[in-house]
């Protein structure tokens, strides 16, 4: 009962990270960093309970999630791919900027309520016979849409980068960017289209806290789970496969955090639980010794005699 | 270059702050309040009495140090983006010693929790670096997750054993008053931290560009295989970069803790890691800029917080101003690179043509 539960909670919480990850994945293999993931995340959390909101429905409320993410994409692509200004720097303070931005809308469009607006969740969608299975039928088969398109994009990714043509130019791009350029393909342009892309899709990752777990907006309701997509980018290798486990792992983490926190074990303190997947990141992150670091990670791309 | 000119480049992140008030300036407009009326009353409260023109500078003296903290790495080009936790790690070590030492007195205690908060918050940052440069591990990431570890280890201190006397709040008790740093003005919360903050900003500028420790950090900063060539062990410099760069963090602690707070509050100023970046990044991670940013960044604060409490304002308008701010100085570096860049090419042409008769 209570492994079917926590079961349940891992495939729930890894939802977010595991699209927010594959994000990242496929703008790092164009050589972008995507720093301003964890303020996207924000940005679509926002979108996503503002859209619901006031339209009264969900997929309008998705849809302004991803919206909301592309146009904070735009922002961050135009500075860092065209402008060829530092990816750490202008993601930080798109970081800073969106916490801001995000509750001051919610005041403009909301006021300030005496008690916390909230929406209904993203219902889940049993699948008949499949839900049934012990143990793994309700973790893997009666969730929310936002985890089936997770598994989905999953796959999707690993055969668009690593099966066909536009994955071959993404993964140049990140590793080549001169070769790219030589066979006639702008590389500033395949960034910057990466770029909205892996932000929109944050946007929706960032949806998934306010409208498939909580149902409301707040200020903290990302509180760091941007940066975890960001560091199961680096852990997974830089692969959609890596992403899958990655993100199991933390949405487990997260989940057991959630479990302790709510049966009242307390024989560990909730800080560690809290703390835990952050340490395995950094212990991950020592450990691993072949990394597979696109070559471009970072760097701006210059042509020539410019 | 004309002297008008270099004069006017010098002077665009000026500028650039200008716009970014600007563009928040419009936002304002949504809640339908005036920009200028309220910029008008940020400006009469700053400056309207000795208390809160004081206060810039004391809210000043913490941002100094996490801008520092950035900056100085950023000269090396390792990107120490674990302030906020070593920030909290300061905190901790100075309240700790501020509350169990508190039968000595001031004059022994308050070095000691300067030294303490420095050195604990170094020797965290160290480890940072310590991972980069045994293990070649990626210290971006690495800073990034320390944060969330030491908040926990706050979290966990500050609930259990550091808990105020009465047990009912997460926050400790009331450091003793010896503890306390004496005030630079009376009446005020400005503190001799300001002080101590711009001493650590010349220090910082000291030893960048006047010991051969500096000339080696910025020669890895410039060019980690030619400063290798040259003979400098860039392992070591990355220790000692996360180390120095660590302790100017945990000093904004003891800023905070003994000078402001007199206490430690569970999760208090949660976005003074990321300031610091902005300030670093306004101040072109030099210290003299990095003190005049966090000036700036102060006066946002102070006047904001007075608007806030006094009109309808929203408090996150700030967070907007900080970050409109930081983007239109990323903006304006482009644009001040572009400018550059065509007026050479134009005197490269004009001497081109000089030299065909």
């Avoid at chain 1, 800073?96 to 309520?113: D, T």
């Avoid at chain 2, 140090?65 to 674990?82: P, S, V, W």
């Avoid at chain 2, 983007?327 to 065909?356: A, D, M, N, T």
């Amino acid at each position: 009962m209570i492994i079917e539960s926590i079961l349940a909670n891992t495939v729930m919480m890894s939802t977010p990270l595991m699209i927010g990850a594959l994000a990242e994945v496929f703008v790092e293999r164009t050589g972008v960093m995507n720093i301003a993931i964890e303020g996207t995340f924000l940005i679509g959390a926002w979108a996503g309970f503002v859209g619901t909101y006031m339209t009264g429905s969900l997929v309008l409320g998705l849809v302004s999630a991803v919206l909301a993410g592309l146009l904070t994409g735009a922002l961050y692509g135009y500075i860092t791919v065209y402008l060829k200004q530092h990816q750490i720097v202008t993601g930080t303070a798109i970081n800073i900027l969106a916490p801001g931005l995000a509750l001051y809308l919610y005041r403009v469009f909301f006021g300030v309520p005496l008690l916390p607006l909230q929406v209904d969740l993203l219902p889940t969608i049993a699948i008949p016979v499949l839900s049934d299975l012990p143990v793994v039928g309700k973790a893997f088969f009666n969730q929310n849409i936002l985890t089936y398109l997770a598994f989905a994009l999953i796959a999707a990714g690993f055969w668009v980068l690593f099966r066909t043509r536009t994955g071959l130019i993404l993964r140049s791009t990140g590793a080549n960017p001169e070769a790219v350029d030589a066979a006639g393909i702008n590389v500033e342009r395949v960034r910057f289209g990466t770029v909205l892309f892996s932000s929109a899709m944050d946007g929706l990752a960032g949806a998934f806290y306010s409208l498939g777990f909580l149902g409301l907006f707040t200020e903290n309701i990302i509180g760091g789970r941007g940066w975890i997509a960001f560091a199961i980018c680096f852990l997974g290798n830089w692969n959609p496969a890596g992403v899958l486990v990655g993100a199991l792992v933390f949405g487990l983490a997260d989940a057991l955090s959630i479990v302790i926190r709510t049966s009242g074990v307390v024989a560990i303190p909730n800080e560690f639980v809290i703390a835990f997947p952050y340490i395995v990141t950094i212990i991950a992150t020592i450990a691993r010794r072949r990394f597979n670091v696109p070559a471009y990670l970072g760097i701006s791309y210059v042509k020539e005699g410019r | 270059m004309s002297r008008r000119m270099r004069i006017f480049l010098a002077l665009f992140p000026v500028w650039s702050v200008f716009l970014g008030l600007a563009l928040s300036g419009a936002m304002l407009l949504l809640l339908n309040l005036n920009p200028f009326y309220v910029y008008g009353r940020m400006v009469t409260y700053a400056f309207r009495d000795m208390y809160n023109f004081a206060d810039i500078f004391a809210k000043a003296a913490p941002l100094i140090l996490t801008g520092l903290a950035f900056g100085f790495a950023f000269r090396a080009f390792l990107f120490n983006i674990g302030a906020q936790g070593q920030f909290y790690i300061g905190c901790l070590a100075t309240v700790s010693c501020a509350l169990y030492l508190d039968t000595l007195p001031g004059i022994i205690l308050l070095p000691l929790c300067f030294a303490a908060s420095a050195l604990a918050a170094g020797a965290w940052g160290s480890l940072i670096g310590f991972a980069k440069a045994r293990f070649g591990a990626n210290e971006f990431l690495i800073s990034l997750m320390s944060t969330y570890v030491a908040v926990a280890i706050m979290n966990y201190l500050i609930r259990g054993p550091l808990i105020e006397s009465k047990g009912e709040y997460p926050q400790t008790d009331v450091i003793a008053p010896q503890a306390i740093i004496p005030k630079l003005i009376p009446h005020t919360r400005l503190h001799w931290g300001f002080v101590v903050a711009l001493l650590v900003a010349a220090l910082a500028w000291f030893i960048l560009w006047k010991t051969t420790l500096g000339f080696q950090i910025r020669a890895v900063g410039m060019n980690k295989d030619s400063a290798r060539y040259a003979g400098i062990r860039e392992k070591r410099i990355f220790v000692l970069v996360f180390l120095i760069s660590g302790a100017f963090a945990g000093l904004a602690g003891f800023m905070e803790v003994n000078g402001i707070q007199h206490m430690l509050v569970q999760g208090f100023n949660p976005y003074i890691g990321a300031e610091g970046i902005g300030i670093a990044i306004l101040g072109n991670a030099h210290p003299a800029g990095i003190v005049l940013a966090a000036i700036l960044f102060g006066a946002l604060k102070v006047g904001g917080n007075m608007v806030v409490q006094t009109s309808p304002v929203p408090s996150s308008i700030i967070g907007i101003m900080e970050g409109f701010v930081m983007l239109s100085v990323i903006f304006s570096y482009y644009l001040r690179r572009r400018i550059i860049h065509s007026l050479e090419k134009k005197r490269l042409r004009r001497e081109e043509k000089e030299e065909q008769p």
